[in-house]
């Protein structure tokens, strides 16, 4: 992955409050599950849904339980962790 599609995704993410919130549980989590970061930031499990799919749809993280309808985690990918680096201290 270049620096530029790096600043990019960071400029993808930081366009949208949602993600933003979800890259910021996902600085202090290993996992996350939509509902714990739903209610966490006071926000709609649909609202923080969304947010996992787009992001997951870009490969910032994975599903680490695919086969659940339900309570799916999720975690950072490498490219995540780098656009995470560029957001600490400066976004979240």
Known sequence: ???????EL?????????RLIL???????TFVRASDIAHEASRSTQNISHALK????KGLIQCLTPDKT??????????GKKV????????L
């Open 1 to 7: 992955m270049t620096e530029n599609s790096i600043d």
């Open 10 to 18: 960071v400029n993808w993410v930081i366009s949208v409050d949602r």
């Open 23 to 29: 890259m910021d549980s996902m600085k202090r989590h």
């Open 54 to 57: 787009e992001l997951e749809g």
């Open 70 to 79: 339900t309570w799916k985690k999720y975690t950072l990918t490498d490219e």
């Open 84 to 91: 995470l680096e560029q957001l600490d201290g400066k976004y």
